[in-house]
């Protein structure tokens, strides 16, 4: 089974593509297409041209994100979306660029999403997802504060204390107005949807702390994402910083795959040396959402 690009990845592999390679070099095809399928036929390939599968395919009624799913013969191709509506003898425009190295930049991704997520102290990550009956210890008899493991947090659905013992527990629920998210933010470009981003939990008395992982809670946290349409700030909250460091490490490890263990090298008698992996703007980036650990 190939490789797959993580659910939670910070950038996507059509961005890293458009980096490294050209994405204005197209391919015209003159097409047949089909409402409802995948299917295009009637396929004419410019002389001296390649399509490959892999690459990404637009035009009229092609939806956003299609790529070449499988070229069936000279003049037939299959996508991978079904096309919207149907057209005749109109053009569809390949993106040139090469897929030989996809597998490899798949992963780049899913590493350099996970060396983000552990630098910046964040087990699950900055991709919204649900984490279910996540268990906390507390230590101060008098606390009345929690804070969740990872933010922002939009909402929390089930919050619990343990009575019982650890071999057989007793899970019983705080009773809604103990406690609530604290500091709510409202989304800048949708003022009806709050966020919070500290992940604060205020309780109306005092925490359970007879044992340890006495508390658990189920909730959403992370930005989400909508990669599709980046720009719609309704359903793309991920910060656009935290994508272009994941994308400069990308970058930077691609082109210097062939450099492992070398710090300079000497080419006609001019000495070039290399970079870091992260320079100080990156690292400024990571320290703005670096986690602290309680």
């Not at 057989?168 to 705080?174: A, E, V, Y």
């Not at 709510?184 to 005092?206: C, F, W």
């Amino acid at each position: 089974m190939a490789e797959q690009l993580s659910p939670y990845a910070l950038t996507t592999l059509q961005r890293v593509k458009d980096l490294l390679f050209d994405p204005s070099l197209f391919v015209s095809l003159t097409t047949c297409v089909l409402n409802g399928t995948t299917d295009v036929t009637g396929v004419t390939v410019p002389t001296g041209k390649t399509i490959r599968v892999g690459q990404p395919i637009t035009g009229t009624y092609i939806p956003a994100g299609t790529t070449i799913a499988a070229i069936v013969s000279p003049t037939e191709i299959t996508l991978s979306q079904a096309a919207s509506g149907s057209h005749s003898g109109q053009t569809l425009s390949v993106t040139d660029q090469p897929t030989a190295f996809d597998l490899v930049l798949i992963r780049l991704i899913n590493w350099a999403t996970n060396y983000v997520n552990n630098e910046c102290g964040r087990p699950g990550g900055f991709v919204q997802q649900t984490y279910t009956n996540e268990v906390y210890s507390i230590e101060n008899p008098s606390q009345t504060f929690l804070i969740l493991r990872n933010t922002p947090v939009f909402s929390i659905s089930s919050f619990q204390w343990r009575a019982g013992t650890p071999s057989n527990p007793s899970w019983t629920d705080f009773i809604a107005d103990q406690y609530e998210l604290i500091d709510p933010v409202p989304n800048p470009s949708n003022s009806g949807v709050l966020y919070y981003p500290k992940g604060i939990i205020r309780v109306y008395g005092v925490l359970p702390r007879i044992y340890s992982n006495m508390i658990r809670a189920t909730y959403v946290a992370g930005y989400p994402v909508n990669w599709a349409n980046p720009e719609d700030q309704n359903t793309h909250m991920l910060p656009g910083d935290i994508t272009n460091v994941c994308e400069n490490l990308v970058v930077r490890r691609f082109t210097r795959r062939q450099m492992a263990g070398k710090t300079s090298q000497s080419l006609e008698g001019a000495t070039m040396a290399y970079n870091k992996e992260l320079d100080n703007e990156d690292l400024d980036v990571l320290g703005q959402y670096r986690l602290l650990n309680f």
